[in-house]
């Protein structure tokens, strides 16, 4: 089984998740220092995409300590191999393989950390299990993950109304859950892991981070003429109306919740 992704990567895709990154990144901060973030760990970043978070942890667990970057998307890899090589740091390394197939690295981990990954994911709960047995006793799985059915504004802009169902329904269609956010904490109750720490964060976009809700539709146009949901010509559209509201700051607009959570072993 190997999950296929629907929107463009490495280079391609690098600008729009930085700033997806950017957006989340203090909360994801607080939250892995909250359980258990410290120098000399060994960490797994899963899903590690372009590695933003794989680099920020590579300075956290310092050099007595180990991440191990992980995607099954040789493209994104090479983008976070030549920013490692930049960096040179000499603790985190790469590894390639789809998330079904994870258990074949055979490495025990103080963390594994995976955001936006199970939006993703068909079969959640087997992808859980997996990591499970990549702990070591008592170490711990943290997840963030996105609630999209959550984007809002005030007032109510039809235009980020529309764009948020149909992003949700491209999940149903691909076979996965774009709203998986808060069912993380049953899938971790079922396989077996100490539930220690729920957050929810719900960021409000200023400034650039403003920009994300029409790059956001651009990125995900390819999926929703594979499954004939929009026409092109109502997309462009679609995008014109999104950019104007990323620029009217009569409106306060609220990005998707993401929820944080730890299991451990």
Same mark, same amino acid.
């Given at each position: 089984?190997?999950?296929?992704?629907?929107? %463009?990567?490495?280079?391609?895709?690098?600008?729009?998740?930085?700033?997806?990154?950017?957006?989340?990144? %203090?909360?994801?901060?607080?939250?892995?220092?909250?359980? !258990?973030?410290?120098?000399?760990?060994?960490?797994?970043?899963?899903?590690?995409?372009? !590695?933003?978070?794989?680099?920020? #942890?590579?300075?956290?667990?310092?050099?007595?300590?180990?991440?191990?970057?992980?995607?099954? %998307?040789?493209?994104?890899?090479?983008?976070?191999?030549?920013?490692?090589?930049?960096?040179?740091?000499?603790?985190?390394?790469?590894?390639?393989?789809?998330?079904?197939?994870?258990?074949?690295?055979?490495?025990?981990?103080?963390?594994?950390?995976?955001?936006?990954?199970?939006?993703?994911?068909?079969?959640?709960?087997?992808?859980?299990?997996? #990591?499970?047995?990549?702990?070591?006793?008592?170490?711990?799985?943290?997840?963030?993950?996105?609630?999209?059915?959550?984007?809002?504004?005030?007032?109510?802009?039809?235009?980020?109304?529309?764009?948020?169902?149909?992003?949700?329904?491209?999940?149903?269609?691909?076979?996965?859950?774009?709203?998986?956010?808060?069912?993380?904490?049953?899938?971790?109750?079922?396989?077996?892991?100490?539930?220690?720490?729920?957050?929810?964060?719900?960021?409000?976009?200023?400034?650039?981070?403003?920009?994300?809700?029409?790059?956001?539709?651009?990125?995900?146009?390819?999926?929703?003429?594979?499954?004939?949901?929009?026409?092109?010509?109502?997309?462009?559209?679609?995008?014109?109306?999104?950019?104007?509201?990323?620029?009217?700051?009569?409106?306060?607009?609220?990005?998707?919740?993401?929820?944080?959570?730890? !299991?451990?072993?």
């Amino acid at each position: 089984m190997k999950e296929t992704y629907s929107l %463009s990567v490495g280079e391609n895709d690098l600008a729009r998740m930085t700033l997806l990154n950017d957006i989340y990144m %203090s909360y994801c901060i607080d939250f892995l220092f909250e359980n !258990g973030l410290k120098q000399g760990l060994s960490i797994a970043d899963v899903g590690c995409g372009p !590695g933003n978070v794989s680099l920020w #942890l590579a300075e956290q667990v310092g050099e007595t300590g180990k991440v191990v970057a992980i995607d099954n %998307s040789d493209e994104q890899l090479n983008v976070l191999n030549k920013r490692i090589a930049e960096k040179q740091f000499k603790h985190i390394s790469t590894y390639q393989c789809d998330i079904y197939e994870i258990d074949q690295l055979n490495e025990k981990f103080d963390i594994i950390f995976c955001r936006f990954l199970f939006i993703h994911l068909s079969q959640p709960l087997i992808a859980i299990k997996k #990591l499970y047995e990549l702990l070591k006793p008592g170490g711990c799985l943290i997840l963030g993950e996105l609630d999209n059915s959550t984007w809002s504004s005030y007032p109510v802009n039809e235009a980020l109304e529309q764009d948020r169902n149909l992003l949700c329904t491209v999940g149903l269609k691909k076979g996965a859950d774009f709203c998986i956010g808060p069912k993380l904490y049953g899938y971790l109750r079922q396989a077996n892991f100490n539930i220690m720490n729920v957050k929810i964060a719900q960021p409000v976009l200023f400034g650039k981070h403003r920009d994300y809700i029409f790059l956001k539709c651009k990125a995900w146009a390819q999926a929703y003429f594979e499954f004939g949901l929009i026409s092109s010509d109502a997309l462009e559209e679609r995008i014109k109306h999104l950019y104007d509201l990323a620029h009217d700051d009569n409106y306060l607009i609220e990005a998707a919740k993401m929820y944080f959570l730890c !299991g451990r072993k």
